[in-house]
C-alpha cells in the first residue's frame, strides 16, 4: 500500500498534489485552519473533477504521523511551519520540499531528522473558491541537494507521475533549482507587477521586459557558474510562458489577495549574486521594489 501523504499548505500547488495524489494514496490536506474537505479540480482539458480529502490543523492530526510529507507553503513559512508539526511527525518522516526560490531548502536539507526532497516544478495552477484550476502541464524534478536518498526519489517520482503531474527524480537538483529560480525570476515578477497572466508577456508591451530580464539572468547565472538548460535561457523561458499562458502565477495571486510577495526567495538569491559579482542588475533591482 502507497504510504500516507500529508500535504502541508491548501494553497494552489497543494489542492493540486492533494487532488491528484488521493487516487492513488491516503492524503491529508493541512493548513492553519481546516482546508475544505471537498475539492474541485479543474484539468487542463476543462474536465472537472471531484475529491473528498481528510482535512486537519497542526493541533488537530493525530500523532505520530508516519509516511511522506510535502511542504507546499510559502518560502517565507516553510520553517514555521515545519516547526509547528514536529512533535506530530515520526523522525524519520520523509519531507518533499516543493517552495519557490532557494534558501529554505539547504536550511532545511541540513536541519530535520529524516530524508528532505527538493522538487521543482513548472505546473501552473490556482486557486478557486471551490477547489483548484490546473492551468497547465509541466515538469516536475525531485532529488537530495547532495544526491542522497535516489531510492526514495524514485519511488515518489513514479507516483506523481502515475497521478498526472510528470515527473523524473534527478541527480542534480541544485542546479535545476538555480534553473527554476531563473524562470521565476522571468516571469512572477512581471505578472504581478502588471497583474497579467503568463501569456500576456508574450503581447507587444511586455515582451521586451522579458528579454531584458533574460539578459541579466544570463550574466548573473554565468557568473555562479551554474551551466544553462540544455535549450538555453531563452527558449526555456518561453517553453515555460507557453506552457502556462492561462495560469496567474504564485506572485500574482499573493498581489491580488493582498499577502506577501516571495521576492526575497526569488529576486533576493540574484541580486545577492549579481552584488557578489560586481554585476548590475537593473531590472531586477527594480521589480524588487516594486513588488514588495
Given at each position: 500500500?502507497?504510504?500516507?501523504?500529508?500535504?502541508?499548505?491548501?494553497?494552489a500547488?497543494?489542492?493540486?498534489?492533494a487532488?491528484?495524489?488521493?487516487?492513488?494514496?491516503?492524503?491529508?490536506?493541512?493548513?492553519?485552519r481546516?482546508p475544505?474537505?471537498?475539492l474541485?479540480?479543474?484539468?487542463?482539458?476543462?474536465?472537472?473533477?471531484?475529491?473528498r480529502?481528510?482535512?486537519e490543523?497542526?493541533?488537530s492530526?493525530?500523532?505520530?504521523?508516519?509516511?511522506?510529507?510535502?511542504?507546499?507553503?510559502?518560502?517565507?513559512?516553510?520553517?514555521?511551519?515545519?516547526d509547528?508539526?514536529?512533535?506530530?511527525?515520526?523522525?524519520?518522516?520523509?519531507?518533499?520540499?516543493w517552495?519557490n526560490?532557494?534558501?529554505?531548502?539547504r536550511?532545511?536539507?541540513?536541519?530535520?531528522?529524516?530524508?528532505?526532497?527538493?522538487?521543482?516544478?513548472?505546473?501552473g495552477?490556482?486557486?478557486?473558491?471551490?477547489?483548484?484550476?490546473?492551468a497547465?502541464?509541466?515538469?516536475?524534478?525531485?532529488?537530495?541537494?547532495?544526491?542522497?536518498?535516489?531510492?526514495l526519489a524514485?519511488?515518489?517520482?513514479?507516483?506523481?507521475?502515475?497521478?498526472?503531474?510528470?515527473c523524473?527524480?534527478v541527480?542534480?537538483?541544485?542546479?535545476?533549482?538555480?534553473?527554476?529560480?531563473?524562470?521565476?525570476?522571468?516571469?512572477?515578477?512581471?505578472?504581478?507587477?502588471?497583474?497579467?497572466?503568463?501569456?500576456?508577456?508574450?503581447?507587444?508591451?511586455?515582451?521586451?521586459?522579458?528579454?531584458?530580464?533574460?539578459?541579466?539572468?544570463?550574466?548573473?547565472?554565468?557568473?555562479?557558474?551554474?551551466?544553462?538548460?540544455?535549450?538555453?535561457?531563452?527558449?526555456?523561458?518561453?517553453?515555460?510562458?507557453?506552457?502556462?499562458?492561462?495560469?496567474?502565477?504564485?506572485?500574482?495571486?499573493?498581489?491580488?489577495a493582498?499577502?506577501p510577495?516571495?521576492?526575497?526567495?526569488?529576486?533576493?538569491?540574484?541580486l545577492?549574486?549579481?552584488r557578489?559579482?560586481?554585476?548590475?542588475?537593473?531590472?531586477?533591482?527594480?521589480?524588487?521594489d516594486?513588488?514588495?
Amino acid at each position: 500500500m502507497t504510504q500516507p501523504q500529508l500535504i502541508v499548505g491548501p494553497g494552489a500547488l497543494g489542492r493540486l498534489l492533494a487532488v491528484r495524489l488521493s487516487e492513488l494514496a491516503p492524503v491529508t490536506l493541512l493548513g492553519r485552519r481546516p482546508p475544505p474537505t471537498r475539492l474541485a479540480l479543474t484539468a487542463p482539458d476543462g474536465h472537472i473533477v471531484q475529491r473528498r480529502l481528510t482535512s486537519e490543523t497542526a493541533a488537530s492530526l493525530a500523532a505520530p504521523f508516519r509516511g511522506t510529507l510535502h511542504l507546499t507553503t510559502k518560502a517565507y513559512h516553510a520553517q514555521a511551519a515545519l516547526d509547528g508539526l514536529a512533535q506530530k511527525l515520526a523522525p524519520d518522516t520523509a519531507l518533499v520540499l516543493w517552495q519557490n526560490g532557494y534558501g529554505v531548502q539547504r536550511t532545511l536539507t541540513r536541519d530535520w531528522s529524516g530524508p528532505v526532497l527538493c522538487a521543482t516544478t513548472s505546473e501552473g495552477a490556482y486557486v478557486t473558491a471551490d477547489g483548484v484550476v490546473h492551468a497547465g502541464h509541466g515538469e516536475t524534478y525531485l532529488g537530495h541537494l547532495h544526491g542522497a536518498y535516489a531510492d526514495l526519489a524514485e519511488r515518489l517520482a513514479a507516483l506523481l507521475s502515475r497521478a498526472g503531474l510528470h515527473c523524473r527524480a534527478v541527480g542534480d537538483i541544485d542546479t535545476r533549482l538555480w534553473h527554476k529560480l531563473a524562470v521565476n525570476a522571468a516571469i512572477n515578477p512581471l505578472v504581478a507587477r502588471w497583474r497579467i497572466r503568463n501569456g500576456q508577456l508574450r503581447d507587444r508591451p511586455f515582451r521586451p521586459l522579458v528579454e531584458a530580464l533574460i539578459d541579466e539572468l544570463v550574466l548573473v547565472m554565468e557568473a555562479e557558474g551554474i551551466a544553462p538548460p540544455a535549450e538555453g535561457w531563452r527558449a526555456r523561458v518561453w517553453r515555460v510562458i507557453e506552457g502556462t499562458a492561462n495560469n496567474r502565477a504564485s506572485m500574482l495571486q499573493d498581489v491580488l489577495a493582498g499577502r506577501p510577495t516571495e521576492r526575497d526567495a526569488i529576486l533576493g538569491p540574484l541580486l545577492d549574486a549579481a552584488r557578489r559579482h560586481g554585476l548590475e542588475a537593473p531590472q531586477l533591482s527594480a521589480l524588487y521594489d516594486a513588488v514588495g
